[in-house]
């Protein structure tokens, strides 16, 4: 873990010295919180994220609101990482550190990971390697469908997920999407199986 955050900050140093820092921003509603096809809510959830970017190199930190049977509760989501284009492509490397109010109804502890990640104007394909013990997980998609995007997931031990999304554009001074998606569980998990319709709006400033 040290040697992972000391990476991330000689490459903060190294894009800093090269070009002033941008910040930005988003907030917003979703009727349902999923997290890798899991759904985290029983209602309408909201949102919120901040980021700083310096040159390909990139830090910030988002929270969306977990609502269990009632009880509000909360997901953090801090980050950093480092992105550059290799001709076609584009790679990155993050290191995410996730932390779960209440511990999500004991289903899901805090834990932290580093993502590898490949693009391309065709799809994308991630790998999430789990630090201390905590499950890997990777996730194929494409956004390079006519109208949809289409994405598969699997999240050792847990489960695997697929769906399809569509972006309608800005209405209202947001961004509108909406999708599908299914959940399978492992059956060694405490997870449910559960296939979801959702809509998000969000507002980037």
């Not at 830090?59 to 992105?83: L, P, T």
């Amino acid at each position: 873990m040290k040697n992972v955050i000391a990476i991330m900050l000689g490459l903060f140093m190294s894009a800093t010295a090269l070009a002033n820092p941008e910040f930005g921003g988003h907030v917003g509603l979703k009727s349902d919180h999923l997290m890798r096809g899991m759904t985290m809510n029983s209602g309408l959830a909201a949102h919120a994220g901040v980021q700083l970017d310096w040159n390909g190199a990139f830090a910030g930190a988002k929270v969306h609101q977990n609502d269990q049977n009632g009880d509000a509760k909360m997901m953090a989501d801090m980050f950093a990482g480092y992105s550059m284009g290799l001709g076609d492509f584009q790679v990155g490397l993050e290191y995410h550190n996730y932390s779960f109010r209440d511990d999500w109804d004991n289903k899901l502890s805090d834990f932290e990971e580093v993502h590898a990640t490949v693009k391309h104007e065709f799809g994308y394909a991630r790998h999430h390697s789990g630090l201390d013990d905590a499950p890997d997980y990777w996730e194929v998609g494409t956004g390079a469908l006519k109208y949809v995007n289409v994405w598969y997931g699997d999240w050792e031990d847990t489960g695997s997920n697929y769906g399809v999304s569509a972006d309608l554009g800005n209405h209202f001074g947001g961004d509108i999407a909406v999708g599908w998606t299914w959940f399978d569980a492992d059956s060694a998990s405490m997870m449910e199986d559960d296939d979801t319709m959702w809509v998000t709006y969000t507002v980037a400033f």
